[in-house]
């Protein structure tokens, strides 16, 4: 199988498993940029070292994030398990472990400050507030609907 083979099966195996246009536009950048590393040859001749190799790269010379190198990973062994069905050593090409940071906290006072900042403007107050006891992200509020709000509790 060619490396444009490859990649037409990938494109293939993402669509049916209803991936979005944006997870699939990143799974065929990243199978992209992993065939470009190793320009001339083909992905089924490569193997678990080559891919460590790759890792390696990106973490060493593109000094890119332990999330981002572990996006790759998960997209190379979806090429090699999936679309080629090629069984990997998995312990030869392991994820990497992502240091995560809690988030910083509002005082009281900077949540005051916050709902005070909207003045007068109800609307503007409301979303704030809506936002902040419902624990929404932006997009949520956006699809948030009448029903959705129990004014029994409130």
Not at 64 to 82: C, P, S
Not at 127 to 134: A, D, E, K, S, V
């Amino acid at each position: 199988m060619t490396n444009d083979e490859v990649l037409l099966k990938l494109e293939e195996d993402v669509r049916l498993r209803g991936f979005t246009s944006a997870t699939i536009d990143r799974y065929l950048t990243t199978a992209k940029a992993f065939l470009r590393h190793y320009e001339g040859r083909q992905i089924v001749d490569l193997d678990e070292h080559d891919i460590r190799d790759f890792l390696k790269y990106l973490i060493n010379d593109k000094k890119l994030v332990q999330a981002t190198v572990n996006n790759y990973n998960g997209v190379i062994r979806f090429i090699y398990e999936v679309t080629l069905g090629r069984r990997l050593n998995l312990k030869l090409i392991p994820r990497s472990k992502v240091v995560r940071y809690l988030p910083d906290l509002l005082i009281v006072e900077d949540i005051q400050a916050l709902f005070n900042a909207c003045g007068n403007n109800l609307r503007d107050r409301a979303i704030l507030m809506t936002i902040y006891g419902g624990r929404l992200r932006l997009s949520e509020l956006c699809h948030l609907k009448t029903s959705d709000v129990y004014a029994s509790t409130m």
